[in-house]
């Protein structure tokens, strides 16, 4: 599997936005880049995914480098609740694509 | 609607003990998945079933592992003759299907004296 490579921990004040970098040098053009986060003591929760081009929704957005070597999370205005370990994954379409590889993840502080 | 539920929430067992952790994945889903977590580390891959046939056991440690999902949705691990470094948080998470959005459970925490 292609490797992801993240900080390992941001801060951020509350409302405003944070951007999570995630580079992936070594995507294959079939992978799919997908977030997920894990709040304190839960299970993670899927954020976003995308392919090649900028995705949005409710949560949050996801700008995908031109030659998608690497990727950024969006949050456009943080809150407490958004306090959490961020994974960026990347899983293809055949073979072990039905898993996700984590990696360490950015932890990101909250704060008022 | 109910998410994915995993239980017990809390397990402690003794080295060399028999194990067995639940996981009620949500209703009409195909995939199930888990998954386990130590400590500062993010959830590391076990076993992949599409329906009852599990499909990718390939992050299964040893053979003291295994699991089960008989009738197509609940699933059970099972850990025969623990060890101290099973210790960890064992995720649940289950798809609509194969290669879709997972949903995790909240996991069960596994300690073993």
């Known amino acids: 599997d292609a490797k992801t490579t993240q900080p390992n921990s941001m801060e951020s004040n509350e409302e405003e936005p944070v951007h999570l970098p995630c580079n992936h040098s070594?995507?294959?053009?079939?992978?799919?880049i997908h977030w997920y986060r894990q709040l304190p003591s839960q299970g993670p929760e899927y954020v976003i995914h995308g392919l090649t081009s900028n995705v949005n929704n409710r949560m949050a957005s996801l700008a995908i480098a031109e030659d998608r070597k690497s990727s950024t999370l969006i949050l456009h205005r943080a809150t407490l609740r958004d306090a959490a370990v961020y994974y960026c994954i990347l899983r293809g379409l055949t073979g072990g694509g039905n898993k996700l590889t984590f990696g360490t993840g950015t932890q990101l502080k909250v704060e008022l | 609607g109910a998410g994915v539920s995993q239980t017990p929430s809390n397990k402690v067992t003794e080295k060399g003990k028999y194990v067995e952790l639940r996981c009620d994945p949500i209703?009409?889903?195909?995939?199930l998945y888990w998954y386990r977590q130590s400590l500062g580390q993010g959830p590391e891959f076990l076993i992949y079933?599409?329906?009852?046939?599990?499909?990718?056991d390939s992050g299964l440690p040893n053979d003291r592992f295994f699991a089960v999902r008989p009738e197509g949705s609940v699933s059970t691990l099972k850990i025969q003759r623990t060890e101290r470094g099973d210790s960890a948080v064992y995720l649940c998470?289950?798809?609509?299907?194969?290669?879709?959005?997972?949903?995790f459970g909240p996991g069960t925490r596994l300690t073993v004296l």
């Open positions: 070594t995507i294959s053009g079939t992978d799919y």
């Open positions: 079933f599409q329906g009852t046939g599990a499909a990718d």
């Open positions: 209703s009409g889903h195909t995939a």
């Open positions: 998470a289950s798809s609509r299907y194969g290669g879709g959005e997972q949903f």
